[in-house]
Nanobody, 118 residues
Framework: QVQLVESGGGSVQAGGSLRLSCVAS????????MGWFRQSPGQERERVAI????????NYADSVKGRFTISRDSAKNTLFLQMNNLKPDDTAMYYC???????????WGQGTQVTVSS
């Protein structure tokens, strides 16, 4: 079973930056797609960003385009999310997910909290 562990969350003021990391317990070479999702209390889960190595596909939610950047270090089995110019609306629990296709993400982490104030 693949284990995903997120880190890098925290509290920051509007306009600040954070970098999230997601480390997989085993090699992710055979897993094409890895992405970030977020969810706030009372709201539906939202896909923030995803990238698939097999097709060199990358996609961002409209709400984060130009501010967030997703990247992957295959050698370290790690996924990153660089978040710049954070807004209060970015406040949420952020989850890492992985799977063979964008519509089939079989593995999920426990999440890391991001709180943006002011």
């Amino acid at each position: 079973q693949v284990q995903l562990v997120e880190s890098g969350g925290g509290s920051v003021q509007a306009g600040g930056s954070l970098r999230l990391s997601c480390v997989a317990s085993i090699s992710t070479a055979g897993i094409s797609c890895m992405g970030w999702f977020r969810q706030s209390p009372g709201q539906e889960r939202e896909r923030v960003a995803i990238m698939c190595t097999r097709t060199n596909y990358t996609n961002y939610a409209d709400s984060v385009k130009g501010r967030f950047t997703i990247s992957r270090d295959s050698a370290k089995n790690t996924l990153f999310l660089q978040m710049n110019n954070l807004k209060p609306d970015d406040t949420a629990m952020y989850y890492c997910a992985a799977g063979p296709y964008t519509s089939t993400l079989n593995y999920w982490g426990q999440g890391t909290q991001v709180t943006v104030s002011s």
